[in-house]
Each structure stands twice: as structure tokens, then as C-alpha cells.
DNA sequence: CTCTTGATCTTCT
DNA sequence: GAAGATCAAGAGC
């Protein structure tokens, strides 16, 4: 019968721009954070819209990276444009992508992305129907996409991940980090202001 | 809507 | 032994 569908996301989702090399990454994390707002990360076609980040660095005390490379963080101590994706709460996988230069041991934490790509998937991972419950958090985005440790260390700019660089103008907001109890007072979270897509709204 | 709590594992003290 | 870059469910308003 005929029927409305919700499928729309994913016939309407925008053209990627261009793909995104370990060059974007090797500036400061607080220029490359904001700049990836609005660009599209997909893994294995699965993906959205990045709209919200936080900005991590080794002098920064709420950082991984703050107390020196320990085999979970070793990644963040590497070469940019490569994932860095560690255990939450014993549960959770969140996933980073590194900045700056080897040894500076920074990394934009991805925390909420717009679903456009393979939302199907989405659901039957995350086991919930509302769109803007698949992947507005840290640990919900990789549930829906199915990053796990065993793309830490991957590159970027090849399988399983693609990367394009945003083709529409975004109004960035900025304020203080999410969850964490040291450094509260940076105000190294970014996104997209106004979307209903965030793991929470920007005053 | 807000607040509280349990789940469960790695790292560091 | 405690804390942590989280989430979902339940209680209360």
C-alpha cells in the first residue's frame, strides 16, 4: 500500500566533498576541530554529518595524552589524520582523529554526527527507531557505525573510513567540554549550532 | 523536563 | 582501590 516512507535521509543526503588528506590534520587541533563540522564520515557507507567535537591536547589536563603515551593513548602520539579509538566507562568505544604533528598528542573527539548514510544499519546496531537518538554521543555514533578497537591506528583516507571536507556554510557555536571533571573550564567543544543532532544543545 | 544509579573495563595511584 | 572524554532506564516534578 502506498505508504510515506522515512527513508529520505538517505536519498536526500548531500554530495560529498572532497576527501579530506593527512594534511587537513597537521595544523592545531583548535583550527582543524571546528573545520570538521559539517564534513561526512562514513564507515563501510555508514555515516552523517559531523556536528558536534570536542578539541584534546597533551598539555591539556583532561586529556589522555596529559600524563605521558601509555599503550591505550600510543595512537594519539602519532602521525595526524590516523583514528584513535579507546574504551568509555568499560562499555563504550569513542573514536578521536589525531591532529597536529607526531608527538603533540592531540585529537578531536567525534561526539554526535547527523545520520545520512545507511541508517537501516544504524537502527538494527543501536536497536532504537528515532533518528535523532542513532548517533547523538560519543559511544551511540560508534555503536551505529561499528567502530571498535579494531580501527584504532587506522588511517582516514582509506577503507573502512572516508572523510570529505564539508560542501555548505555551517554556523559554528563553541563552549565548555562534556563529562569531564579537569580543564571544565575550556571552551573546547564545537558544532553546529542549531542542530537537532547534538549530544546537547549549546546555551 | 531533571536527577540518580547501574553496567563494566582500563588505567593509574 | 578509585576514577573515568558514557548511556539508558527509572523516579520525581
Not at 587541533?29 to 597533551?58: C, F, K, Q, R, S
Request: hydrophobic share 40%; with cysteine; net charge positive.
Amino acid at each position: 500500500m502506498a505508504q510515506k516512507t522515512k527513508l529520505a535521509a538517505d536519498a536526500t543526503a548531500p554530495a560529498p566533498g572532497k576527501l579530506l588528506k593527512p594534511a587537513f590534520f597537521a595544523r592545531s587541533v583548535h583550527a582543524v576541530a571546528p573545520d570538521l563540522i559539517g564534513a561526512t564520515l562514513l564507515i563501510n557507507g555508514v555515516g552523517g554529518l559531523i556536528v558536534e567535537v570536542e578539541a584534546y591536547h597533551h598539555t591539556d589536563p583532561a586529556a589522555h595524552s596529559f600524563r605521558g603515551l601509555t599503550p591505550r593513548n600510543r595512537v594519539m602520539f602519532g602521525p595526524p589524520g590516523f583514528a584513535y579509538v579507546y574504551r568509555s566507562y568499560g562499555i563504550h568505544w569513542c573514536v578521536n582523529f589525531v591532529c597536529e604533528e607526531e608527538g603533540s598528542a592531540a585529537a578531536v573527539l567525534i561526539r554526535a554526527l547527523q545520520p545520512t548514510h545507511g541508517l537501516a544499519a544504524m537502527r538494527r546496531r543501536r536497536h532504537v527507531d528515532d533518528e535523532r537518538a542513532l548517533c547523538s554521543g560519543p559511544g551511540k555514533l560508534t555503536e551505529a557505525l561499528g567502530i571498535t578497537d579494531a580501527q584504532n591506528g587506522r588511517r582516514l583516507d582509506a577503507p573502512p573510513f572516508a572523510l570529505f571536507a564539508r560542501t555548505e556554510n555551517v554556523e559554528i557555536a563553541s563552549g565548555v567540554r562534556i563529562g569531564i571533571t579537569k580543564a571544565t573550564e575550556l571552551p573546547w567543544r564545537y558544532g553546529w549550532k542549531g542542530s537537532r543532532y547534538l549530544s546537547k544543545p549549546f546555551p
